[in-house]
């Protein structure tokens, strides 16, 4: 991880309120929740919720567990107080047994066969291959028997489809011409974040069986993301980031940002109201214990 990112602070909030967020990660969910009715579950007791940011994975879980299903308690853990904070404060209308874990997920110690699903949204590509496998390992004893990870990504080689591919240069050059335009030079050399590393759907396939699940289903889900929802992630500093290594990352944010509007002008898709957009991919996997 880029050393100039603490791990404390939480900005992927706009990101996680748009609506080409939430829908794919609706969709993501629904699918979820689908396959444990289809598995005869009938109710949880507890929910494992990995790198829980402010809630939202949490927030549409609920929205889509039928009626009966939502007493359950839910354990949260992110590695950033700041985001626990919000996500208290965004879900206790929803959830009565709520609890905070403050932990990195390689560091977890709750009890072993303590919870019934564990859903890790939108976090596990930031994570080394290694501590990947481990973690798993650790959610999977965290887990009953029968119990099920869900986890979903965009960040994963086929998330950007090939026609896709021409945005994605403009932008960097975009925002690479910007830097130069500011006199903004490189401080570092070799800052490969986590997030860089775009693991192929296969990768994630065989990872959950290595650690000892059964894979129950993957699925891809295609999002058209409008420019206002790439301004958002492209300003999300763990996406500057990896994007624009070793520049400094308050300036790989602006200029990632300023980048997103000649790059789809250029390469983007036009919807029926006129607007341009760039179809992004996510990838869902669904593990048994
Ligand atoms: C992109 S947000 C996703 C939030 C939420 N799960 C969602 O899908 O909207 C990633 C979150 O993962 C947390 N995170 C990153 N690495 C982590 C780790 N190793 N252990 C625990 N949390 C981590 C960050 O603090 C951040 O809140």
Redesign the pocket.
Known sequence: MNEEINKED?N?EPF?DTEEYRQV?SECINSWVRIMKQKGISGLEGVLD????AG??VQLVFDSLPETWKKAAVLC????SE?LKLAQSKLEKTVEKLKLIHS???DMTIPDQSVDIAVW???IH??SADDQLQSVKRIKRALKPGGFLFFNTAFYEEARPVETLPFYRTQIKTAVQYMRDHGIKRVKTDTRTEAAKFLPRSYYENLVQEAGFKLVDAKEFAVDMHKEAWEYISAFQQYAAGALRGYPIDDAVNAMRDSVGPAIELHGNIDQDGNPYITRKWLAISAQV
Request: hydrophobic letters at 40%.
């Open positions: 939480y992927f996680a990660n990995v790198a829980t940011g939202t994975m853990l992110d590695q950033s985001a990195s997920i390689e949204g939108n976090g930031y994570l």
